[in-house]
């Protein structure tokens, strides 16, 4: 679907109240240094049934993330020299655009590409700026809200506590506000990376994006067949498994002896630290547990259910000090991110949002129909999330155009994916 976005308006939109000068220096942590300089996207969509109002939500959206800003101020500022966020209250990119469609039009198509559209700027230019807005209004009344938060400065999870945040402000709630402290360089202190360069992995030529998903049934079963020892794998593992073998099967049919296979599972830090964080604990607390899957048969790999919770296990109070008092994941890092530039290692990556609270964020007009991503600067790269009924799971899936031609028509991944994509009813969505 061929969708045309025409801006309104740009500004920067400012905190309420100035940064004190004590607070006017971030210092990016050693996992803020490491992390990649892009952006990651929450296009939110809502319908017009809640909006009484279409000037409202503009006005609305901008005086509540200003009063959010003097809570989040390191994201009012900007990133310098991958060291610390300048918090000069300079303000958040917000623009206000108009788009040539309606909401059923994107529901009944669903297209990852297509939210790219609703994005400001391009994902992969997260190198200052932590934070940009667009609210997008659609012929039919609808609103899309779409939020790229910078890598450089936050998680997945602090991600979704900050917009949740935000729209508490938005309806007059904050006083349900869990305020972080912005101390993760005193948790995890900067180190010299040099020989480490942050963009390794950002791919922007020729990657395509799909949307699979996979209804409560379809889990089920997966999870039945890589049951382990008599323990069912969660919904997480037994997709993570049967994409992965997908993935070797249909693209990578004889496996290359000279090569080494991964597969990466982000991980939260903040319950594995002593003692634990809270999970509204701001900031990137997060690494990637990493499984190198052995292959048995024509295309099945043995054990990766059991070898990936045994990864996961790993990453536990004992990984996390070693993460903050000694330089064995950088140099891990250094040597792995070599190996994959020459194409010595082929990895492949998962980052689950199921269970995280991406459907709560009401600034006052609802909760969004649906929340979705885009189209990603990674290849071999999953994200998953629940459906908006919480009991399926879409899996949204990074290639490169050529692997992807091959993957999405595999005969045994198509007989568990729901071929007719889920839409969501939506009074006055025309």
């Given at each position: 679907m061929k969708i045309d976005v025409q801006v309104i308006s740009n500004q920067d939109i400012r905190p309420s109240s100035p940064t004190p000068l004590h607070l006017r220096r971030y210092q990016l942590s050693f996992l803020d240094q490491i992390a990649p300089p892009s952006f990651m996207p929450s296009v939110m969509f809502y319908p017009r049934e809640n909006i009484t109002n279409s000037l409202e939500p503009a006005e609305k959206l901008k005086k509540s993330l200003?009063?959010?800003?003097?809570i989040f101020y390191p994201l009012a500022g900007r990133i310098k020299d991958n060291a610390y966020v300048d918090c000069n209250d300079q303000g958040v990119y917000f623009v206000e655009a108009k788009a040539n469609c309606n909401m059923s039009d994107i529901l009944d198509c669903r297209d990852p590409a297509d939210n790219n559209t609703f994005i400001p700027l391009e994902l992969d230019g997260g190198d200052e700026l932590?934070?940009?807005?667009?609210?997008?209004?659609?012929?039919?009344?609808?609103?899309?809200?779409?939020?790229?938060?910078?890598?450089?400065?936050?998680?997945?999870?602090?991600?979704?506590?900050?917009?949740?945040?935000?729209?508490?402000?938005?309806?007059?709630?904050?006083?349900?506000?869990?305020i972080s402290p912005f101390d993760s360089a005193v948790l995890f202190p900067p180190k010299d990376i040099s020989g480490f360069h942050p963009r390794t992995g950002i791919v922007k030529e020729n990657i395509v994006t799909k949307r699979f998903v996979f209804d409560a049934s379809s889990v089920a079963i997966l999870r039945d067949k890589y049951a382990y020892n008599g323990k069912l794998p969660t919904r997480v593992e037994a997709l993570s498994s049967f994409i992965w073998n997908r993935f070797m099967a249909a693209t990578q049919p004889k496996t290359d002896e000279g090569k080494l296979y991964t597969v990466l599972h982000a991980v939260n830090l903040r319950p594995r630290m002593n003692p634990p964080l809270p999970n509204y604990y701001f900031g990137n607390v997060s690494?990637?547990?990493?499984?190198?899957?052995?292959?048995?048969?024509?295309?099945?790999?043995?054990?990766?259910?059991?070898?990936?919770?045994?990864?996961?296990?790993k990453v536990d109070a004992e990984y996390v000090k070693k993460l903050q008092e000694t330089n064995g994941h950088l140099d891990f890092i250094k040597k792995r991110g070599q190996s994959v530039m020459k194409g010595e290692v082929v990895s492949f990556s998962f980052t689950s949002l199921c269970r995280f609270p991406i459907y709560e964020a009401d600034f006052g007009w609802g909760k969004p129909v649906w929340v979705a991503a885009a189209r990603l600067p990674f290849k071999?790269?999953?994200?998953?999330?629940?459906?908006?009924?919480?009991?399926?799971?879409?899996?949204w899936i990074n290639l490169k155009g050529e692997e992807m031609v091959k993957f999405e028509t595999d005969k045994e991944l198509l007989s568990h994916v729901n071929s007719s994509s889920p839409n969501v009813k939506v009074s006055g969505a025309n």
């Open positions: 200003s009063e959010a800003l003097t932590p934070l940009m807005v667009q609210l997008t209004h659609l012929e039919c009344g609808g609103l899309v809200l779409s939020v790229g938060m910078s890598h450089k400065v936050s998680d997945a999870l602090s991600f979704f506590m900050f917009i949740n945040s935000w729209a508490a402000m938005a309806r007059g709630n904050a006083e349900i506000i869990n690494r990637v547990a990493v499984t190198a899957p052995q292959k048995v048969g024509e295309d099945e790999f043995h054990n990766i259910v059991c070898k990936m919770s045994e990864a996961v296990r071999n790269l999953v994200n998953f999330f629940d459906t908006q009924s919480g009991d399926g799971i879409e899996a």
